[in-house]
């Protein structure tokens, strides 16, 4: 399954922020599958779509598509030259497929900043700055390797000027991710080097109230961080949040005036990060969440169920989530011709609901 890995600056919250995840995993029992492991947390993607479908189709039970975060302790300055636990830090990086760094915006006097003082635009480029030199030195490790290939033309050129560009992207002090559009550089191009600046990144603020009610500053930080993409939530009342039944975590929620849980927040937009989607099935049994990437076909989807269906794939029955409610079931769905069979071309919707056809 794909990952994103939690770093951050010591004392911002960050096992607060996964403590909180973990309380929040998924039950085992629907996920037969998962091995737990003490520095991964899985968690739900919350999706309303479920309940509505379980009651139509009278399923017993709801099986939301998951994400995984990995908690990856100790960067420090230095981290980059592998002093102290800097080799693992970096290894267990490369090993995430994104990055969510969680950064301090709350104050509170009794908690030590390690650099001093509560500067989230500074801790960012401390442990940026940190991946920004690690990616540089793989750069300049290959690029003479790949330069010699070219020579006696073995390599690809193109792979070349890309490894240059991203160079240049660095040595400005930017991220690969939020550099790669304005320099024109095709990051899959460079996918085999494995860069962490590449990957895409999550933004987490650990804000306390008065943050939570300051826009403006908000809205720097979101500036600061794009492309990426900005979470404001407080870890500590997250923490307690997930300690609470349904019905007293909602109160809770609306009482702060938030729609949402920062943990779902999270999880929602980690899955996006990821480039991933949901489809759904339900029958008697569950409603189920299927995780694919974006742009996956008909068949592919299928795969992730069984792939015998993959192999045997026929064609997929689909309606879209939003027909089923209106019309009440699939039957009626049929009849008002909102159901289309769709072959093995077909690009899967966020919000399909499928029933796969296939021959074993
Ligand atoms: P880590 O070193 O990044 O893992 O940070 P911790 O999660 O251990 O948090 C460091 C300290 O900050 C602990 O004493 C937490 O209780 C406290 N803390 C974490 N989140 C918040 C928050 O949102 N507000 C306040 N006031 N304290 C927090």
Redesign the pocket.
Known sequence: ALTIGIV????????????ALTRNQVLAANYPFATIEPNVGVVPLPDERLGKLAEVFGSERLVPATVSFVDI?GIVKGASEGEGLGNKFLANIREADAICQ?TRV?S?P??VHVDGKVDPSSDIETINTELILADLQTLEKAIPRVEKEVKIKKGDPKLLEAMNTAVSILESGTTLFAGAAGAKLDLAEIASLQLMTAKPFIYVF???DAGLADQSTQEKLRELVAPADAIFL????ESELVELDEDEAAEMLADAGQAESGLDQLARVGFHTLGLQTYLTAGPKEARAWTIRQGWTAPQAAGVIHTDFERGFIKAEVISFEDLIETGSVAAARAAGKARMEGKDYVMKDGDVVEFRFNV
């Not at 600056?9 to 403590?19: C, D, E, H, R, Y």
């Not at 407080?234 to 009342?237: K, V």
Request: charged letters at 20%; aromatic letters at 12%.
């Open positions: 951050g600056l010591p004392n911002v919250g960050k096992s607060t922020l996964f403590n302790a969680v709350f509170d009794d908690v650990n804000t306390d407080d870890a500590q009342f």
